[in-house]
Each structure stands twice: as structure tokens, then as C-alpha cells.
């Protein structure tokens, strides 16, 4: 298979039904991404798979849905309004805007910009010459400061500066506020842990790369609130749990690896990325970060509300340490994306495109298709019918059983079901793996069971 460029997952993208450029009838809407009816079951089966890892095998795992609108204090307190932001500079010849650490990533190996401060950055562009990407001029002025928060504002009156609210840059921050509600509510004991999946908006200055970095995205992200002393222990369990389940998810290893993080946040004690070789090179997946007991001392001094918890194994009373194991959504799927793609060579020279998801992470688990329209669509549309009370079934009944075929294994269907006359007269059914493409004949009463074994996660 030639090497897959990011272009040919988009157009793939377009083609079959996963994602559409946003507001495409106005020319588009930058960087803006809609998923159509293929990619928002995969991206939901996604959501699926994480939510059972994450809160329901998870030991003392509570799921929560928080407010994208939080408090202007929240941000306040977890440092956003001031430190969230990434080094912007401008190549003086065009006006383009980079990100000065992105530029540096992109034209060398040799150094780490994270580990870089501001002038070292901009001393290092200017030694080595670095072009403008767009205008070839190597001319950038200073690096200032670019905060990535998205504003917004709630009344009536626009300009009135009391209504100044964010859309929240992380969900995490839901997670910290609400420590005390679940404690409470749950009767949790810790070690326990907090998750959601929900939106998260970022004014970048390089979004792109397709659903990689984009203003408007999804994250998952899970908080496990702990006792000092067990953090680091847990830290390295959770780097370990997140790479687990991507394999889990049928990733291949090979294009997996972890980055720890040379330049820590300031209120991280460990870090580390899960990095996935994506078809423009190396980029962060997965992060999973030690974040000490900042985040709910913060929340304690700017709300002046205690974050103290009692801990009825020893009667101490402490602010809990925060382990959090954050992946976006739209950039895992992403991932299974391209790694799920594939070009197979047949014995007749032919080839087919497959796209090799896992059977719980498939948009379509079967299609139901009948052999010829005339004497077996009634009987297929009503198997269709049937099965689709257990799980997302297709029906196609136009052109070749062979190009119907192609397209199931195009969208990732690992299951076909034929209807023919052996299905009407004996009640036998031919169901197709997408991955051997070996036929099996099933009795019809089994059909239900075997897809529902196979898509087990
Ligand atoms: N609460 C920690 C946090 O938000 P992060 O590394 O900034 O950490 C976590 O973000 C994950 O969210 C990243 O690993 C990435 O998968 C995803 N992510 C971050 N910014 C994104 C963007 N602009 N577009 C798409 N996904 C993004």
C-alpha cells in the first residue's frame, strides 16, 4: 500500500459518509469538521468503548456531564486566563501567524522546543535561518504570548464586560469543581475517579491536519482523585491502562509510543503523551499527567470553599492528588482512521479498499443483503428490521453481491449476511467476514448471537 497522506483520508472521509467539511454549502467554515452518518457511529462506538474502560470496569469510576459555561473565577483559578496560551509569531514578509514551538517541531529533530523559553525560541529561528512556510521570507518579529481561551458573552448587552464567559479549553476543570458533589453524593471513598466526555474550545493558532487540532473538539477525560504518596504509583498504571486500551481497540503498536514530557506544566509532576504516528508524522494522542494537589488547592483558595476530604481509613484530612488521563475524541478517531485503512492486493490482481475496525468499533456491525431483489428483498428487509433491534445493521440491495461486497468492507462492515434461496427454502443464511472474506452457512435462529459474540468489546 502506497503511504497514506492525510488528503487521501479526507477525500476517503467525504466519500463514504465519516466527515464533512463544516458549513460546506458556504464555501466552509475553516478547520470546521461535520461528522456524517458513518463517522458519528464510530466516533459514538469510540465514546462507548472508553466509557466501559474508563467508568464502568473502572474501579469507583463516576461519569458526570458538566456545563461547558463555568464560572469566569474557574479559569481564574486554573490558570488559564493567564498561562494559557502558545508562543504566536508573525513572518513580517506576509503576515502569517505561526506557532514559534510548531515551527521548530516541524524543520528539526534536534532540539525539543518545549524545553526552550521564549527568546531562545525566537534566538534559535533566527539563527537557522527558518522561512516563512507560506512567503519563503525569513523574517519573524518577537514571540508574544497568545491566549488560546474562546470567549464569549452572556446578556442582553454585548459590550457590558460583567458578561465576559469562556467556552471551557478542557473538561477537566468539571471534574474538579464537581470532587465534592460526587464524593458526597457517591459516598466515594479514595481512590476514585471522575470521567466525561464532552466539548472543548481552543482559539489555536495553527488548527489543521484535518480533526487533529481544530478549535471545536471532543474530549474524554478522567480524574483520579488519590492520597499523596499513591499518585506516582497510579500515574504510571494509567499511562499503562490508556495504552492497553488502544490496543484494545485493534491499534497497531508499532505506530504507538509514549513521549514523556521534558518541560512539565507548572503544576505537574509527571507527564507523559501517548504519541500516534499519524500520516503527517508523530503527534500527541493520549496525556497523562500527575497534577499533584494544585488543581483542587487552587479551586479551595479562589472559591474559599474546603477541598479537604476526610479519609475514614486514618482520619487524616487532606486535599486529594489528581492523576488525569485525557484523550480527545475527534483525534482518536482520527487515528483509528488511518490506522484501520487499508489497500489489499487479490489473487485476480484487483484491489480493495477495507477498512479493518474492530467489530464493536465498526459504524455497521452486519449488512443484510439480498442475493437477488426480485425473490429474497422481502425477506432480507425483514431480517434487517429484526437484527436492528440489537445492533446497527445495513441493506443494500443494488448492483452485484461482489460491488456490495466492496463497499461494506470500504466502510468497515466486518459482517455480511446473504439471503438466498437456501435462506427461504432451509432458512440457512451465508454470513461473510470482511477481514478472510471465508464464508460460513448459520442456521437463521444462530445469526443473532454470532454478531452479538463478535462485537462484544
Ligand atoms: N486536561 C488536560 C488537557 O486538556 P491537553 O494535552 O491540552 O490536556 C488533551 O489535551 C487531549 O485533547 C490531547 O492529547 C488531544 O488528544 C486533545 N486535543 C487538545 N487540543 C486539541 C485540539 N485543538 N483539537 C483536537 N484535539 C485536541
Known amino acids: 500500500m502506497e503511504k497514506l497522506t492525510m488528503d487521501k483520508i479526507v477525500a476517503y472521509c467525504k466519500q463514504y459518509g465519516f466527515v464533512y467539511q463544516g458549513s460546506e454549502i458556504y464555501g466552509g467554515l475553516a478547520n470546521t469538521w461535520d461528522y456524517g452518518p458513518l463517522g458519528s457511529r464510530l466516533k459514538n462506538n469510540i465514546k462507548d468503548a472508553w466509557r466501559k474502560r474508563f467508568i464502568q470496569e473502572n474501579k469507583n469510576s463516576y461519569e458526570i456531564d458538566a456545563d461547558i459555561l463555568m464560572h469566569p473565577r474557574v479559569w481564574e483559578a486554573s490558570g488559564h486566563t493567564t498561562s494559557f496560551s502558545d508562543p504566536l509569531i508573525d513572518c513580517k514578509g506576509c503576515k502569517s501567524r505561526y506557532r514559534a514551538d510548531k515551527l521548530i517541531e516541524d524543520n528539526t529533530d534536534e532540539i525539543n522546543p518545549d524545553t526552550l523559553t521564549d527568546q531562545e525560541m525566537i534566538d534559535y529561528i533566527r539563527e537557522h535561518h527558518y522561512k516563512c512556510p507560506k512567503c519563503g521570507k525569513s523574517d519573524f518579529t518577537d514571540i508574544r504570548q497568545f491566549n488560546l481561551m474562546f ?29 465534592l458533589n460526587v464524593q458526597r453524593t457517591m459516598r466515594a471513598k479514595i481512590p476514585f475517579g471522575i470521567g466525561q466526555i464532552g466539548k472543548a474550545f481552543r482559539n489555536e493558532i495553527t488548527p489543521g491536519n484535518f480533526t487533529f487540532r481544530t478549535i471545536e473538539f471532543e474530549q474524554m477525560e478522567h480524574q483520579l482523585f488519590c492520597k499523596e504518596g499513591t499518585d506516582s504509583g497510579n500515574y504510571r498504571f494509567y499511562k499503562e491502562y490508556a495504552f492497553e486500551f488502544l490496543k484494545d481497540l485493534g491499534m497497531n503498536t508499532d505506530k504507538l509510543r509514549y513521549k514523556d514530557h521534558e518541560k512539565l506544566a507548572h503544576y505537574a509532576k509527571e507527564a507523559c503523551d501517548i504519541e500516534y504516528l499519524f500520516p503527517m508524522g508523530w503527534g500527541e494522542l493520549w496525556g497523562t499527567h500527575n497534577r499533584t494537589n494544585y488543581d483542587l488547592s487552587r479551586h479551595q483558595e479562589y472559591s474559599g470553599v474546603s477541598q479537604m476530604y476526610l479519609d475514614p481509613e486514618d482520619n487524616s484530612k487532606y486535599v486529594p492528588y489528581v492523576v488525569e488521563s485525557s484523550v480527545g475524541c475527534d483525534r482518536l478517531t482520527l487515528a483509528i482512521l488511518c490506522d484501520s485503512y487499508d489497500e489489499e492486493v487479490l489473487e485476480d490482481g484487483s484491489t480493495r479498499e477495507v477498512m479493518r475496525f474492530i467489530p464493536a468499533l465498526a459504524p455497521y456491525k452486519v449488512a443484510v443483503l439480498p442475493l437477488v431483489k426480485k425473490y429474497h428483498a422481502e425477506f432480507a428487509s425483514e431480517l434487517k428490521e429484526k437484527l436492528s433491534k440489537y445492533f446497527m445493521c445495513s441493506y443494500d440491495e443494488t448492483g452485484s453481491i461482489g460491488k456490495r461486497y466492496r463497499r461494506q468492507d470500504a466502510v468497515g462492515t466486518p459482517f455480511c449476511i446473504t439471503i438466498d434461496d437456501e435462506t427461504i427454502n432451509h432458512g440457512m443464511v451465508t454470513v461473510r467476514d470482511r477481514d478472510t472474506m471465508e464464508q460460513i452457512i448459520l442456521p437463521l435462529e444462530e445469526v443473532e448471537q454470532y454478531i452479538l459474540d463478535k462485537i462484544k468489546f
Open 151 to 179: 470567549e464569549t458573552h452572556r446578556g442582553v448587552i454585548k459590550d457590558d464586560m460583567g458578561g465576559l464567559v469562556y467556552l471551557r479549553p478542557e473538561t477537566a476543570q468539571g471534574e474538579f469543581v464537581n470532587f
